[in-house]
Each structure stands twice: as C-alpha cells, then as structure tokens.
C-alpha cells in the first residue's frame, strides 16, 4: 500500500531543476506532497486531485496521471531553502465507498548546495 | 490556533514500561493519525480515526493501542515498551480526506527505549 518514490535522494546546486515521483499500486483518489525540514515536522505543500485540481504551493508544481498512478514533483530553480526530505501521501480507499486513510512512502532526501 | 499539539516533546523509557502519548486538536478534525519515523525513514502509519468512536490499524499496529472518545483527542499507548519503538511519533489531523485538504501535523514525540 505505501506509495514508491525515487530518487531516494538528490544533490542540486542551486538553481537547478529536479524531479521526484511517486507511484502506487492500488488506485489513487489523491496525491499530497509534503516537505520535512531535518528535527521538523512534514510541512504541506500540495494535493492534487482526480480530474486535475491542484491546491497548493505557488512555486512548486506537481503532475498526477491517474492512469499509471503516478505522480511527479517539479522543484524548478531550486533555492537553498527547498533542501529537505520529500514525502509524497496516497489517499486510498478502506472500504467500498467507505473511509480513507493517508500513507506516505519512503522520502526523497533533496540537498540544494550553493 | 495551536493546531496539533502532542505530548511529552521528548521520553526515555526503560524496556517493559508504558505509556501514553498524547494528541490533541482544536481545528474540529475527523481524521487523526499516528505515524512513526525511524532515522532516516519515510513516515509509517501505525494506527487511524476517522471519528469519535472509530479507530482502525495502519501498517505497524504491533505494540500499540488507541482510543478516540472524543473528536479532540486521539492518545497512542505503548504497552511493554522495547527498544525498537524507538522512534519519533507524529499526530496528524485532516478535516476529510478524498476531496483534497491537507493533513496537518504535530511537532513530534522523541521517543527512546533503553
């Protein structure tokens, strides 16, 4: 049930672009993103939603393809403050039209050097 | 608005001992989870509510037991504490899930079993 993402990790310099991805096995109804800054807690970032929706950060974007169950992160002119773990969070179903419950995967460790 | 507050901040406890950590939320939420993180590791899922009155296990239950009596409050207990619960312990809380709001986090039980 827990999402995969890859890279585990990643070193930019800064102003660099990268990308993290997450995929699932079992049908997603959402995919958030979050970012964890190290002795922190998981700050949010963004949701993206079935049909398109995205509600979120105004300076990162993401991709949700409700058909591979995948989705992409795109941290674009990377700033020394984007350094963290990356955590993307499935929402899945329980029970049949029923209750959901958020799992995370394994975090992509993301280091913007200057 | 607190938000998520977990107690104690940080614990050392002896092997064989228990506890309770506890969560509290002011923001009317239905869904409280625990999560656990080991160093270095994503954020696993040990138990979840969607109400007062309804818990359900996540993906690592073993050792632990809930309770939700109140919409607020959401406490972990640790029965027979050993070494590897050792972790750090994140409440999290969310109006709903499948329509797109975010999952809102405590600052995190440091836990040490020795």
């Known amino acids: 049930q827990q999402p995969v993402q890859s890279p585990q990790a990643v070193i930019l310099r800064e102003g660099e672009d990268a990308v993290i991805n997450c995929s699932s096995s079992k049908a997603l109804y959402s995919v958030h993103w979050y970012r964890q800054k190290h002795g922190e807690a998981p700050v949010f970032l963004m949701i993206?939603?079935?049909?398109?929706e995205q509600k979120g950060h105004d300076k990162i974007s993401a991709s949700f393809n409700e058909k591979k169950q995948q989705s992409s992160l795109y941290l674009t002119a990377s700033q020394l403050s984007y350094s963290g773990t990356y955590f993307c969070g499935t929402e899945i179903a329980v029970t049949q039209g029923g209750s959901e419950k958020l799992v995370f995967g394994k975090g992509t460790k993301l280091t913007v050097n200057p | 608005n607190a938000g998520v507050t977990q107690t104690p901040k940080f614990r050392i406890l002896k092997i064989g001992q228990s506890m309770t950590l506890q969560c509290t939320q002011d923001m009317n939420h239905n869904y409280m989870y625990w999560y656990r993180q080991d160093p270095g590791m994503g954020l696993k899922l040990i138990y979840y509510s969607v109400g007062a009155g309804i818990t359900d296990k996540g993906e690592v239950p073993n050792g632990y037991n809930v309770s939700r009596s109140t919409t607020e409050d959401f406490p972990l207990r640790l029965e027979l504490a050993a070494p590897s619960q050792t972790s750090v312990y994140f409440c999290?809380?969310?109006?709903?899930?499948?329509?797109?709001?975010?999952?809102?986090f405590g600052q995190g039980t440091r836990l040490t079993v020795v």
């Open positions: 999290a809380s969310s109006p709903t899930t499948g329509d797109g709001t975010e999952a809102f």
């Open positions: 993206l939603l079935k049909g398109g």
